[in-house]
DNA sequence: TGTACATCAGTGAACGCGCGTTCACTGATGTAC
DNA sequence: TGTACATCAGTGAACGCGCGTTCACTGATGTAC
């Protein structure tokens, strides 16, 4: 559910109830901010004074700057990969067909998170932008690849698994793509997005 | 073959010949910093070093830091809609499946722009998270949509022209997903993500 | 159940640094006659 | 072709500001007996 690279921090998971909620927040406000002003503008300062803390308390949870980023991008796509979860464990043991039908849906489903997550987009964009966090985003596309690699091998035993992996992985990038382009380009309708992107990714070309 | 949007400056362009390179090189250290050190460490005033410059010499082109990275953003997507111009220069008279047949070439013409820029990919991604600059990106996939469309168009009169710029946009949005992916996944070989995604832009099944 | 002590969570105040930007200026190039 | 003047290109030096971060501390919570 929680990538263990991602879960790994240098500072000590909070022990106290308080402490959780504080640092929820922490992350709550970044993402708010980071809507609002940008990746440009966005400091620990001002994190803190929106959540109504010092810097310090942000340091007891975060090593520096980045590692908040870092952390907040690692919750969304942990987020985005339980609805992933959920959504395999829907089809998973009906079939490839179930798999190739559902792929709307699972569009769907992940455009729903990223939709309800505040300033999710920005969060998305900066795991692109930012040398220090590129990783992130990496290796949460390799892991949903994995998983999908997975749930097809079950109906494909005679398949290459490296085909097959990078096929699913470039589907993967195009369906994050498309996701951003979601709530970038208003000019295309979701739908057809949606209808579109899950007609190519069927791979029903697949050898 | 410079978006109007683009070319158009708060300060005048400089007219003597030196200004001239100086103003493209303010923009080629830009690039190769931002490959260095990326987007969060970029300044104004390791710019101006780099070149050799002091800082006011480069507030006589640029109106403030974004504008440098605008300009650099413009500069490669202008390169790179060159490209397209050319290839539909070869290609739009030839009928429709010249066009769909050309799309690899297409892909891997705009990769070749993308990979001999110094810093082009770190230059993509800036303009994808920082808000003042989104514009750029999102200016120059409608154009390169725009043109598209016109090639299409001469082959499919009956077609609807909204509908069809829909269809064309959401490529023009995986085509450059894919263009980047190029650069970050190295587990997935470029001829398959080239062949692949030609396969899918095809749209053979366009109505 | 109460108290003493240990640990955890957050504060107040400040730091040095490099950022983006500007002012008043000099040197280089172009132009008119 | 030479010179006087206008304009353009770039300099030297500095500015205020807000950034990321830290130190020494206090208040809150948990634990043992």
Redo the contacts between chains.
């Keep these: 559910m929680i990538l263990p690279a991602l879960a790994t921090k240098k500072r000590p998971r909070p022990k106290q109830e308080r402490a959780q909620q504080t640092y929820e927040l922490l992350l709550d406000v970044a993402g708010e901010l980071l809507a609002e002003v940008?990746?440009?503008r966005i400091s620990t300062n001002m994190i803190c004074a929106r959540a109504g803390l010092t810097p310090p308390a942000l340091y007891r949870y975060f090593k520096d700057k980045y590692d908040v980023l870092e952390a907040l991008g690692g919750r969304l796509m942990a987020r985005q990969n339980v609805a992933l979860e959920q959504w395999i464990a829907r089809h998973a043991d009906n079939g490839l067909d179930a798999l190739r039908d559902g792929i709307e849906e699972l569009l769907r489903d992940t455009a729903a998170v990223t939709q309800s997550e505040p300033g999710a987009v920005?969060i998305l964009?900066?795991l692109?932008?930012?040398?220090?966090l590129?990783h992130v985003r990496?290796e949460s596309?390799?892991y949903v690849t994995d998983q999908l690699v997975a749930a097809y091998m079950r109906y494909l035993p005679e398949i290459d698994r490296d085909e097959l992996?990078?096929?699913l992985?470039?589907s993967v990038?195009?369906g994050f793509?498309?996701d951003e382009?979601l709530q970038?380009?208003t000019?295309?309708?979701p739908n057809?997005?949606f209808a579109?992107?899950a007609?190519?990714l069927r791979n029903d070309?697949m050898p």
């Excluded at 692109?128 to 220090?132: K, L």
């Design positions: 940008g990746i440009d920005w964009r900066a692109h932008a930012s040398p220090r590129v990496l596309h390799r992996w990078q096929q992985r470039l990038e195009l793509a498309a382009m970038e380009e000019r295309v309708s057809l997005i579109r992107v007609r190519i070309d």
